[in-house]
Each structure stands twice: as C-alpha cells, then as structure tokens.
C-alpha cells in the first residue's frame, strides 16, 4: 500500500483502459451458454455429484476471474508506466560540477582489465548522459586545466573525457572544494581516496568544509583490488659529498605496500643508460628492506641514474630517477704567511673538483670567507683580532675550518680561534710516527681498497697539545691527538712544514684532506626530488646577463627564480614538471642535472571509505555516497536518485505471470 501511495506515472491517461476491468466480470456474471438436461433413471445419485461439481465449478470460475483482472491490471499499468518518484528532480540542477582524479593510482585495476580511471571515465558519461540536455557541466582534473574554468555543453564534455590520461599531479581534498566550490550547486566527486593523499596531516583539523556552505556533494568511491604495489621510499649515497676517485655505494629502500609477500624482485641500476648492477631482494607485507649497489670508479660530471623494477599490476612506480652529480666544486680558502705555493695549495689544485683561492695574512678579501665549503689557516704563527673575528663569524654561519699550526704558534691567538681552553704550545719536540688510522671510523669509511695492518705511517713534530682526545681522527703512537675535529672546526697537532714532519707527501694526506673538504661542504646536492618540491637550489658561481636560468627535459621551462649570491633558488612550477630529468641551464652553461619524480604517497594505495571521507568533510544531509562497485550499480543508483524507480517492468512480469496462472487453470484445475 505504502509503494501505491508513492507511485507515479508517465501515462496516467491510459488509467482509463482500467474500466475494461468490467469486461470479464460481466461474462462472468451472465454466463450466456445454453443449458442441456440430460435425463437419468437413477437421479439421487446425479443430484449429488452435480452440487460437488457446482461447488468446484465456481471456485475455479472466480480464480480464473481474478487472474483475467489482474492481468488486464498490470497490462493497463505498464502501459501508464508507474515509478516511484526521484529522491532529487532533474529540473532543479541546471548546473553540474564534476571531479574525476586522473592521478597515477587510480590506474590501479578494480577489475579484470578495467582501470580505475576508465571506471571513473564511465561513471562521467552516465551522468552526463542521465541529465537533461540543457544542462552545463563543469568537468575538473588533477592537472587544473584551462578547459575547467567554465561550465560546458554535453558534447565538449564527451569530447573532453576522450582525451583524459593520467596525471602525475596529487590534489588534496581542500584543493579540489577551492576549485568546485559553488552556493547551490551539486558536485559528483570521482576519486579512490586515497588516505596519503586526501586526508593529510591531523584528520581531526580536517573538517575543513564550512557548514554554511550550500553545495550538494555526491561521493562516488571507486574500490579497487587489495594488491601489493612496491615503490622507491628513498634512495641516497653511502658518502653523499663523494669527491675525487673515491669508492661509494648507492642505498636503495624499497617498500611492499600490501598483504602479499614478493619474493625474488630483480632491481636494475642503469647510468647513462647502461645497467650498471642488478639485486634480488625478498620484501615481505607491509614492510620495506635494504639493497645497495656499488658505485664504480670514474664518474664525472652529471650522470642519469634510474633503478627500475617489474611489480604487475601497479606499475607507474616502477622506475625512480636520481642524479649521480660529481661537477659542484668545493670553494677551498688557503690564508697563509705568504704568498708562497704551499702543499695545501697542491692538494686543492685541482680545478675539476676545487676552487681554491689562496690568501696571504696581510690581505685576505674577508667578503669571500661566507661563499667558502672550507677555509684553511696554515702556518700562521699569531692571528691578528682582525682575522679572528672574520674567522669567528664564519665558524658560527656553519662554516668548515682547518687549522694548521706555525712554526711558532702563539697559544693565546690559537685559544682564542678555535676555542679550546686547555690548548698549549709545546717546546720542540722529537718526531713521532702516527698511529694507524681507525678504520671503523666513518671519516675513513671508503678511502682505503685494503685495510692493511702494516700499513706505513708518516711521523710529525708536535707543536699543539689540547689533552686526551679518544675521538681523534689520527692519533700519534704515545696516545696524544693529531687530528681532532671540534664541531666544524678540524686541527692539526703539527706544522706541515718539511722540517718538522713528512705528513705533507705522504700517501694518506691527500685522501685525509679531501676528506676534510668533503665534510665541510656547506649544501647537500639532493639526487632528486619529487614533484611536489616547491624550491630547488642549484650552484651559480656567475650569472652574467638578465637571461633566466631554463628547465630543459621533455619541455623548457623558465621557473621563477632569484639569485643568492654563488646559489640560483628555483622556485617550481610543480604543476608543469614531469616525472624525469632536467638540465638547468643557463645561457650556454649547464648549471645543474635534477631528477624528479612522484611523490611516494601516490604509491601507497590504502583507502577511505565513503563514510570515513563523509565524515571527514563534516557530514550531513548535503553529502551522499553512490554506490560504485559496477557501472551497472552506479548506473542503476543514479537513475533511480534523478529519474525514480520504473516500475512497468515489474507490471509486465506480473500480468505475465496471471495470464499464465490463468492458463494453468483451466488447463489443469478440473
């Protein structure tokens, strides 16, 4: 009774036709058959079988009279086509917004062969297809598209869904409601919601929907297969300020987000295009684990790297791009007695890795000391309080010192630059041998091919004492310290002078002072970055000219920018950026090779549930869910929210099945 009293129809005239109701009550009352007499010469007995026939005779003509009846009711009602009304009239929504993510994780399949993205892309066309052709639709993207700034016509949209693909942009929920956003106007929000993605940081911060807002927002979920998916978590170098010729490895962390073991995944390492190291690896559930490869000797300059895997069905992260850069020189500042060649001088020669200047004491340039990774005080036997105030000021911006003693240091001065209360001259001393170097150090992690215990040591003149130092990077044989390092400050015990040690052409000071310079660098070169980076710096010893600094890789970008004295900040136009690599570039000049890819959350496929995202966005009457699980499903709910439920489908059936209840009736009914 209930669903008559809500029923309505798209032909209530043909209701008229109910008066042929009539017709078969009126046959039934006035049977016109003639009646036969039939004379028997026994008639009790014939009496009583004819009252039992009579009895069944009616109870068969009435069952057949109400199936005639109802099944010209039904037929009659499927001819006025009966529906209970729409939960939300067609006539009322002139406007329509529309958010379909593209991201790369909605390439995730929900079925065999069906992405998410084509589920979304069919989920469009029914509504489109669903509304009336007046109305406007305003269709938006990940990637914020010129073509979504304004409402558009059923065909442009059936011909905007055509040229949808993925996106390698990542927006956030606030971010899509700032772009929809409108008073009275309906919203069908596409997406798998991912939580990395849709709900990030504090969830309770999140009910960022104001409810005196008036949209109309309609949740369109789209589920897809629990699969594993393993993704790069990060990547960096075993020593990151490598220099020179020396060993490194490259540190890979894989995660596996999912509830399936993979075992046996080959990892590839490929530089400058040429595999350069595979590794098999085993990463159980939901958990990550560690490879490394090494890296072989004779790098220079900028290098592509991409470590690449095959993970099915979840693919777009299958490869990760990072940058092997070994072009950024180290500013080396030598102050010295003199003007002399000195063999700090022809340590730090070498133009493809350093740019060494060197200072004598009486006319050091104090305006370059902030631009150095590292800055030399060797052989100064006092430090003016010029000197040790510039000095000072470097060492509190976070700049590397070292400080090799004079012939004669004055212990005041040297007290007073490094700052070490119990520093103390020494008389002239005897030379001592060195000590073997530690080699679980991580200052010599690297440097030596062989750990050799018979390893030959220089020997040194002591000139500086500053007690016991069990963390010395080397140490004299007696015990005492010959190299210690003091936050960014590192000293030497001895003169590098010729006549009091022959550390200066020994096999191993080379290695301890590129080591030295390395540690001093000032900014780590990050080997990538991901697409949602918003500022990049990048060495720029020299700009000449207003000409911009360009992005050039799968396009040319000018980014804005702005220079900072020997640094170029770029600021990224993170929409515009693809996964891949881009040579900065600046009129005839490659400043620098950045790698970029996307951002890690994308990969991580955990989903809200409609309600979860209901909730989250504040709840209430204006947010609905749609069930997704099929285009069917959907199809079905959509058309039964706006055009009601048809019912002469049902009315058909039924007048069917009363023709033929009719029919077995008097077939079979005796």
Do not use: C
Not at 237 to 259: D, M, Q, W
């Amino acid at each position: 009774m209930i669903i008559f009293a809500q029923m309505s129809f798209n032909y209530p005239q043909f209701l008229w036709a109910l008066t042929a109701l009539s017709i078969p009550i009126i046959i039934h009352l006035f049977n016109f058959r003639k009646t036969i007499k039939i004379f028997f010469s026994n008639t009790r007995f014939l009496k009583q079988v004819k009252q039992e026939t009579t009895q069944k005779r009616k109870l068969k003509q009435f069952l057949v009279l109400a199936s005639r009846l109802l099944f010209l009711f039904f037929l009659v009602l499927a001819f006025a086509q009966p529906f209970l009304p729409a939960k939300e009239q067609l006539t009322t929504q002139r406007n329509l917004s529309i958010y379909l993510d593209n991201s790369y994780s909605m390439s995730t399949p929900v079925r065999e062969k069906v992405r998410a993205l084509d589920a979304g892309v069919g989920f469009v066309r029914d509504i489109v297809e669903l509304f009336p052709t007046e109305t406007r639709y305003k269709l938006l993207t990940n990637d914020f598209a010129p073509f979504s700034n304004s409402y558009k016509s059923k065909a442009e949209i059936l011909d905007q869904l055509s040229q949808i693909r993925m996106s390698p942009i990542s927006r956030s929920g606030e971010e899509v409601m700032k772009r929809l956003g409108e008073p009275s106007n309906t919203i069908f929000w596409i997406s798998d919601f991912q939580k990395s993605t849709f709900a990030e940081g504090n969830q309770e911060s999140l009910f960022w929907l104001d409810s005196a807002r008036t949209e109309q927002i309609r949740l369109v979920p789209i589920e897809y297969n629990q699969v594993s998916n393993v993704f790069v978590d990060s990547i960096f170098l075993e020593n990151p300020f490598v220099i020179g010729g020396e060993k490194n490895s490259i540190h890979v962390r894989l995660r596996n987000e999912g509830p399936r073991t993979l075992e046996g995944l080959i990892t590839k390492l490929t530089i400058n295009g040429i595999q350069a190291g595979t590794s098999s690896v085993t990463i159980q559930s939901n958990s990550s684990v560690e490879t490394t490869f090494d890296l072989s000797r004779g790098l220079t300059g900028y290098n592509k790297a991409a470590l690449s895997f095959s993970d099915f069905p979840v693919s777009f992260d299958n490869e990760f791009y990072f940058t092997l850069n070994y072009s950024g020189r180290l500013r080396v500042i030598e102050i010295k007695p003199d003007t002399r060649t000195t063999y700090v001088e022809n340590v730090y020669g070498n133009r493809e890795l350093f740019d060494f200047r060197g200072y004598a004491v009486g006319n050091v340039d104090y305006n370059v000391l902030a631009s150095a990774d590292l800055v030399v005080v060797n052989g100064i036997d006092k430090i003016d309080n010029s000197l040790n105030a510039a000095l000072q000021i470097y060492r509190n911006n976070g700049g590397a010192m070292l400080v090799v003693p004079g012939k004669q240091p004055d212990r005041v001065s040297y007290q007073n630059l490094v700052g070490i209360a119990s520093l103390a001259t020494l008389a002239k001393t005897d030379q001592i041998e060195l000590d073997k170097p530690d080699f679980q150090n991580p200052f010599f992690e690297n440097v030596f091919e062989e750990r050799s215990a018979s390893l030959e040591m220089p020997r040194a003149q002591r000139l500086l004492d500053w007690g016991m130092d069990r963390s010395a990077i080397l140490q004299f044989k007696n015990g005492q310290p010959y190299l210690s390092k003091f936050g960014n400050t590192f000293i030497m015990a001895s003169s590098l002078d010729r006549e009091q040690g022959d550390m200066a052409s020994h096999a191993i000071f080379v290695p301890v002072m590129y080591r030295i310079a390395a540690s001093g660098k000032k900014a780590e070169r990050k080997p990538y970055y991901y697409l949602s980076s918003s500022l990049v710096v990048v060495p720029a010893d020299s700009l000449i000219g207003e000409e911009p600094a360009r992005m050039m890789g799968d396009q040319e970008l000018v980014p804005s920018q702005r220079s900072m004295g020997d640094r170029l900040l770029l600021e990224i136009p993170r929409y515009s950026v693809s996964s891949g690599f881009y040579y900065v570039t600046h009129v005839r000049d490659t400043l620098d090779l950045l790698a970029f890819n996307l951002d890690k959350k994308e990969s991580i496929l955990t989903q809200m549930t409609g309600e979860d995202v209901k909730t989250l966005l504040g709840g209430g009457d204006r947010i609905s869910i749609f069930e997704s699980s099929s285009e069917q499903t959907f199809s079905n709910e959509i058309k039964e929210r706006y055009l009601g439920t048809p019912l002469w489908k049902y009315a058909i059936v039924l007048a069917l099945l009363f023709l033929l209840a009719e029919v077995l009736l008097i077939r079979f009914l005796k």
